[in-house]
């Protein structure tokens, strides 16, 4: 059994990502189709972590389908490499 909901693990793992002093913007979500195609959607000038707690269309290397476990932590660290 669980001891926290999901909701509260999301939040728990944003926390924590400031809490160790993540730099940049953090996103969290319930569930996403991909934490990549989150990322491409922003517009940011600092890094940004976009977690979720779910990702229902993740795509792996090769055009693999990668599919997340119950309660595991999904994630992309988007970073500007064009910074003026």
């Known amino acids: 059994a669980e001891d926290a909901s999901p ?3 999301l939040e728990v793992w944003e926390q924590g990502a400031i ?3 993540f730099f ?3 996103v969290a979500y319930g569930e996403v189709g991909s934490t990549m195609d989150v990322a491409r959607g922003l517009t940011f000038d600092k890094p940004v ?5 779910e990702q229902v269309h993740g ?3 090769a055009g693999r389908s990668w599919s997340s476990a119950n309660g595991a932590l999904m994630m992309t660290l988007a970073i500007r490499l064009d910074a003026q």
């Open 49 to 53: 972590l976009v977690l979720a707690r």
């Open 24 to 26: 940049g913007e953090v």
């Open 19 to 21: 809490a160790a002093g």
């Open 59 to 61: 795509r792996g290397r």
């Open 7 to 9: 909701q509260r693990r």
